[in-house]
Structure formats: structure tokens, C-alpha cells
């Protein structure tokens, strides 16, 4: 019959059936009502499966698009801030990855490759510029293999769970004293790309160079800008393999700098992004009302000049000192507030500079922390939007890691932690799971998918309930930004306020966040952790950091650090811990005491921008303001509860083609 030489098996099954009706009882069935049923069930299985297969390519089109498999853009956004660490009292980089989150800043530029900081930011999915060094230049600019071990060590290790999105190879080269590097920039640039196009990472990190102001002649208006004669020699070849391979020029632009260096002759409300009768540029008729747009097109009026129109201005560095010396106008924390305050909205409306409209300014804020061994004046020391113990400097719109939003946050991103594989993985999964239900119905039918999913159902109910106990269960983190650590501010009083009020139950976690080797933690009886000793430990002494410690019993739990006097000095914890029928009782009514003074504030911009660059001088104007608009406090990180459902849905789907299977 014609039907039996069709190779679809609904089809198939329709005539098996009636030939079987035919030999067995003798019907007559007529072959034009058999080839008329064919005929309609070919068509209709036909689209049906047409309908599947179109259904199933837009799946794995979706998958691959969201999971960012082609594209990895360097800037998200146009937000980002640079993370300096010339200090000795920051916060460790997990928290400054917690700190970040809850900020919701996506971008960040380090000055070196730090191998702990980047372990630090690994899932966080926030994009990080590492630093190659002027000191290496030298060495990676002799040949690519030189390149190659410096990539192998400090890049390719941490790919892709670090979002490593670009490679800055030197700070400020160009424009500065030593001229040697000047010669060896390019070269070392081209072999730190050829060592990551051999790697096959290319279009993952990006290869970039950032340059102060310096590098540019001092003129005015924008429109008049070029880059110094001296300077393009070296200038023009690197911007021509810079086109080639897709990178954007960075410009280190502090409208600080040029403030300070001719405080009598720039309007300061120019300088803050305030209320002001700003400039004019009669070349190209454009007016200006604020000093950092004008740097911005200052720079793309010299690309231009140079050849290069096209080529997209990032900025690498921009901010303003909160405390100087007397001879370093503007300052102060006010005018750092005002400035950053503003900057942030200018960015926040996504919007591109009068001389280039179409390309959307991005800046990295300089600088996340204050630094306080940072050399020269003391507006070096004093750029950060954050103190050390990771409150805010002054308010632009961020919550900082206060207890009140910070901790709370801290304890979210160590929770999802343990769902991080679902942000990756469900669209795959997700597409496998309907492509096997699919193929599936086809050749099994609808009814029995119909029973099989029921049952998937009622085992992805059984399944969020699982995750929803799980997810139930609090970390506390130990001492909250401050870690594991003999405590400097509060003494041996610091983790008993730690402790005060907070409920711990059976189930919760405790998180101890110390650096391995540095201390360590030991479970102890009272008289031990009274006394300070090791003797009548509850279980092995743990000296690898961090750690997380289950809460598995009710009563009174204690905690010391065994090395060196660190317990004597207030390394100690003890808690108390309830049933979850019960409220936990805090573990010692001493008061709270009050903060301990804010550190004195101290970071910088690493900038060699000593001039006012193509910075325009604009025309004095009236004293009068306009207040800034207050920008909504960033809320904290959402809970996991989507997190959760999405895992309930997968783990249904993934019964449901278990039942078909099996």
C-alpha cells in the first residue's frame, strides 16, 4: 500500500491497523479511503513535526544567545570603578566582591593581576581589567613567548569562572618620563595579543592601553585638540593595531586636576557638573556646561585629527579627592560628593558627549577605596567612594556594607553561592529536557507524556520543598566585613557585639572568612575558650580559610584561634544556639558599644596628570547652584526564590523524560 512506504511513524501505526483489521476480519476497507487517510495524516504529522523542529531550533538559538557563547563585551553598561589596593587596612576581596554586588557595579579595573583577587571574583560576573605592569613591559615587549607565560599564569587559569574582560598593558605610558617605554609599548601590545589569539582568546579579553592627559597638546576649545608632536610618533602606530583588533582609547580625565592647576581662571560649578554659563565651542558651535564631557570630545577631536574618527573613548580614570593639602584647591568632601553625585547621573542616562552623540560615555570612577600608602600630596590617598571597613565615604546614591543592608547582602551571595550552576547551565538544560519531551511524544503519543508529566510534577513539588528548607538555613558570616581576624577596633568586646541579637539555629552555618595559614579555628569547651587554650577541643583544629562550620547541635558553642595570642586579643566567639521551635538567645547581654572612629580617608587617582590637557577654560559665571537630584538608594540583591523555582521546574522536566525513557 502507498501509506506503508511513508516513513513517519504516526502514519505507519494508522495503516498497520487497519490492514491488521482487514486480513483478520475480512474488511474491505477501499484503497482510496486508505490512501485519503494517509494522505491527511501525512500532512498533519508532517506539520506538526515541522512545527517541533522549528520550535526546537529556536530553543538552542535562545540558549546559545543568552548564554553569551559569541560575544564578551568588555564594559557593561557605563558605570565601572577601579579597585586600587595601596593599602594595608582594605577589606579582603570577597567582600569587596560582596560590596560591588550590592552596589550593582559590574565593571572593575585592577592595576596587576592579583591571583587572590581574582579567585575572589570568580562567579560574580562582574567584568575585571587586570593590570600588566610598566615594569614588565620591557620583558613582554623582547618576544611573544615572554607574553605567553605571563598569559598562562595570570589569565587563562581563572577563564572563564573569572570574567576576565581585558588586559590594560601599562598605565600611562605614553606622555610620561621614561621614554624607553615609550619604544617598547607597541610591541609589547602586539605580543600580548598574538600570545591570546593563539590561545584562542581574542574574543574574550580585551588587549588596551590607558593614557593620561598628558599625551595631548594644551589647547582650547575641544574641537582644537591634538596629540603632542612628540608623543604621536608613538601614538598613531598604536591606534592603527588598536582599530585593527577593535579596542577602545582610554583616557585618564580628571576635571580635579585641571581645577587644581588653575583654580582662578576654571568656574568650579564647570568642574562639578553644577549649575553654570559653561563654554562654547565656536569651531564646531557646540556648548559645554560640564568639563568632563568636554574632555571626553577633546580626545575624539584628536582621534580624529589622527586619523582615527571612529575609534570609541572609554574612561579608565575620573574622580575627585575628598581631602587635600592647603595648596590643592577643591578639595574637599563636599565638592568629591557633588562630583561623584553627578558624574553617576550624567552616566546613568546612557547618553553620548555633543561631539559624538552616538557613542554612550563610560567611566571607571577612580577610586573604590581610599589608599592609605599611597606617596604624594594627600589628595593621593583620598579618591575613595568607600572607607576601609566598606562604608560609604559620603552619600552618591551606594548603602555600602552597613549592617543594616551590607551584611544582609553578604549573606545572600554566599547562599546563591550553591546555586550558581543554574545561571549557566538551566538554558542548556532547560533546551535538552523539551527537546527529549518532544521527540519523545512523537513516537510514544501525547497521552502517556501527559501521565509522565503528572508524575514529574508532583516530583518537582517534592523538590522545591527541599530547596526551599535548604535555602531556609542562615550563614552568618563571623564578624561580618571585618572576618576572622583579631579585631583592632573593640577588643575582645568585638565578636560578643558581633553576636548580640542575632538568632542562631540548628542548621544555620557559620562562616569564619580568614586568609589560610594567618589563623585558623577550633571548636572548644568553655573552660578552654575562658582560658584560651586548645585542651577539650570538640574536633580537629581548621587552618585553611575560609570555612563554613554547620551549626548541628542546641546549647552554648565556643570558637578560639589557636595561634599565637590571637585568642588573648579577642579571637574568640561564643554563641548560643536554639532549636528552630524556639528563639536563639543572644549570647551575652553586654551592650553594644559605640563605633570606633572612621579611618582618616586617603586614596588617589595612579594618574601622571599633572597638566590641564584639552581641558577648556570656561568663562567666569555666577556663584548660583542648582542642588543635585537625589538619586534612589540602591537596594539590596533580591533573594533566591527565583532561583529556586527555576531548579523546580528543571528537576520536573527531568522526571518527565525519565518516565518516557524508562
Known sequence: MACLKNKNCIVIQRVYLFDTFELQKGWAIPHSFLQMECTFLDHLSTR???FCYFFLWLLLLFSVISSNVFTVYAFKGTYGVNY???????PSPRSVVTLLKAAKIKNTRIYDADHEVLKAFKGSGIGIIVGLGNEYLKEIAVGEDRAMNWIKENVQPFLPGTNIAGIAVGNEILGGDDHELWEVLLPAVKNVYDALRRL?????????SPHSEAVFTNSFPPSACVFREDVSIYMKPLLQFFSKIGSPFYINAYPFLAYKSDPEHIDINYALFK????ILDSKTNLHYDNMFEAQVDAAYAALEKAGFPKMEVIVSETGWASRGDDNEAGASLENARTYNRNLRKRLAKKKGTPYRPKFVAKAYIFALFNENLKPGPTSERNFGLFKPDGSISYDIGFTGLKESSGVSSFIHFKVIGAYGWLGSSCALLLTTCITLVL????SIGLQRVMAMFNIGVTFGFAMMVLFQRSVAQTVHVVGDNMGWTVPQAGGAQAYITWATGKNFMVGDTLTFDFTTNNHDVLRVQKESFDACTSSNSIGDVIS??????TLDSTGDHYYICTIGRHCQSGQKLAITVSSRTTSASPPSTTPRPPPPPSPTATPSPSSNNTSDGCAPTPTPSPTSSMTPESLPTIPSPPGSSSSIVLASFLMTMLAVVVGLVF
Request: charged share 10%.
Open 48 to 50: 506538526i513535526m515541522g
Open 84 to 90: 586600587g589596593r595601596i593599602a594595608d587596612n582594605l
Open 200 to 208: 584562542g582568546l581574542t574574543k574574550v579579553v580585551e588587549v588596551s
Open 275 to 278: 549649575s553654570n554659563q559653561g
Open 439 to 442: 521527540l519523545i511524544s512523537a
Open 544 to 549: 585553611t580559610g575560609p570555612v563554613n562550620v
